[in-house]
């Protein structure tokens, strides 16, 4: 029997034939997501900021994808439920978890979770912000930092601040405060950011830190007064409210929630190429701005990669302050 013999050159011609028919398909396969409905994924209960987020652009990202996306709640575990939801779902792109920085502060103190934040999960982008603030109650004598500051060195040990609950971004935020303005504050654990805004509303914990979402609606019950932003810089929304990075012992002091989209990892990487490229172009749009800015996040477009070293940044963050401060969550 006579063997053909085939050249290595034929053999390299037909094997780059097979690549680019197959990349031609997987090309055409992706470029029909999504096939179906998207599930949006909100790791907190609704009402919250990321179910805010997510029913806002539910809508636009629809007209893009020209296919439907809708929002659905599955809060609990700090929003560790709703991570591995869509840490285990099927890896097509169409369950995108709305997630924020709870997630890295679940990581850094050691809550125990049944995947790997950084393994399991593929970030998309960020598309906005909300920065902690600081309030008081008007039953404090005070209007400016630097008399909450001197008031708080003035009766030691006799002020309080609440927060959304213990090693939350407000919590640390507070601790901070305390110690970088050499004052002692006892601090007071809520579940939930609502309820501790209502206790401020109401006198019973004077000092506050919240989302500035949350306080801003409250200020014209003249039951509170805004007196600063937890971040570097101020807020579109409250020019005239300073940010507490501009004062002395301050420098770098930056605490605000962002608010990002997420997929598992196993995901193919032209769809989640797909996803950041649209994401990224929405974000960018005046009317997602606008509509951002009018419901008091501060917008971001912050794309995939850099959403990764915030993630990598902020466990780093979080441990350390933690460990400074002795947080732990039970």
Request: charged content about 20%; proline content about 7%.
């Given at each position: 029997?006579?063997?053909?013999?085939i050249?290595?050159?034929?053999?390299a011609?037909?094997?780059?034939?097979?690549?680019?028919?197959?990349?031609?398909?997987?090309g055409?396969?992706?470029?029909?997501?999504?096939?179906?409905?998207v599930?949006?994924?909100?790791?907190?209960?609704p009402?919250?900021?990321?179910?805010?987020?997510?029913?806002?652009?539910?809508?636009?990202?629809?007209?893009?994808?020209?296919?439907?996306?809708?929002?659905?709640?599955?809060?609990?575990?700090?929003?560790?439920?709703?991570?591995?939801?869509?840490?285990?779902?099927?890896?097509?792109g169409?369950?995108?978890?709305?997630?924020?920085?709870?997630?890295?502060?679940?990581?850094?103190?050691?809550?125990?979770?049944n995947?790997?934040?950084?393994?399991?999960?593929?970030?998309?982008?960020?598309?906005?912000?909300?920065?902690?603030?600081?309030?008081?109650?008007?039953?404090?004598?005070?209007?400016?930092?630097?008399?909450?500051?001197?008031?708080?060195?003035?009766?030691?040990?006799?002020?309080?601040?609440?927060?959304?609950?213990?090693?939350?971004a407000?919590?640390?935020?507070?601790?901070?405060?305390?110690?970088?303005?050499?004052?002692?504050m006892?601090?007071?654990?809520?579940?939930?950011?609502?309820?501790?805004?209502?206790?401020?509303?109401?006198?019973?914990?004077?000092?506050?830190?919240?989302?500035?979402?949350?306080?801003?609606?409250?200020?014209?019950t003249?039951?509170i007064?805004?007196?600063?932003?937890?971040?570097?810089?101020?807020?579109?929304?409250?020019?005239?409210?300073?940010?507490?990075?501009?004062?002395?012992?301050?420098?770098?002091?930056?605490?605000?929630?962002?608010?990002?989209?997420?997929v598992?990892?196993?995901?193919?990487?032209?769809?989640?190429?797909?996803?950041?490229?649209?994401?990224?172009?929405?974000?960018?749009e005046?009317?997602?701005?606008?509509?951002?800015?009018?419901?008091?996040?501060?917008?971001?477009?912050?794309d995939?990669?850099?959403?990764?070293?915030?993630?990598?940044?902020?466990?780093?963050?979080?441990?350390?302050?933690?460990?400074?401060?002795?947080?732990?969550?039970?």
């Amino acid at each position: 029997m006579l063997h053909r013999r085939i050249r290595p050159l034929h053999l390299a011609s037909r094997y780059a034939a097979w690549l680019g028919l197959s990349l031609a398909l997987a090309g055409a396969a992706y470029s029909a997501y999504p096939e179906h409905p998207v599930t949006m994924v909100s790791a907190f209960p609704p009402g919250g900021s990321t179910d805010v987020i997510g029913r806002m652009l539910s809508p636009r990202l629809g007209e893009i994808f020209k296919q439907t996306f809708v929002v659905e709640n599955r809060a609990g575990a700090s929003g560790n439920i709703a991570s591995e939801y869509v840490v285990r779902s099927e890896p097509n792109g169409q369950t995108i978890l709305i997630g924020n920085n709870t997630m890295t502060v679940n990581a850094a103190l050691g809550v125990k979770q049944n995947f790997d934040l950084q393994k399991d999960l593929t970030p998309i982008m960020a598309i906005a912000e909300t920065p902690v603030a600081l309030a008081v109650s008007t039953t404090l004598p005070v209007n400016t930092v630097q008399e909450l500051i001197a008031y708080g060195k003035a009766n030691p040990g006799k002020l309080s601040f609440s927060s959304c609950g213990t090693g939350t971004a407000q919590h640390f935020a507070g601790v901070e405060f305390a110690n970088r303005a050499g004052i002692d504050m006892v601090h007071v654990p809520y579940k939930g950011c609502a309820p501790a805004l209502t206790d401020g509303l109401g006198g019973q914990v004077p000092v506050i830190f919240n989302a500035i979402s949350n306080i801003s609606p409250q200020l014209k019950t003249g039951k509170i007064k805004l007196l600063a932003v937890a971040t570097k810089h101020r807020v579109p929304f409250h020019p005239d409210v300073p940010a507490l990075a501009e004062l002395p012992n301050f420098k770098d002091y930056d605490f605000a929630v962002w608010l990002g989209f997420f997929v598992t990892s196993r995901t193919p990487q032209p769809i989640v190429d797909q996803l950041r490229k649209e994401f990224m172009a929405m974000a960018r749009e005046e009317k997602t701005r606008k509509d951002l800015s009018d419901r008091l996040f501060v917008p971001m477009a912050m794309d995939g990669p850099q959403l990764q070293k915030q993630v990598a940044d902020d466990l780093v963050k979080w441990k350390k302050l933690a460990d400074q401060y002795r947080i732990t969550i039970d």
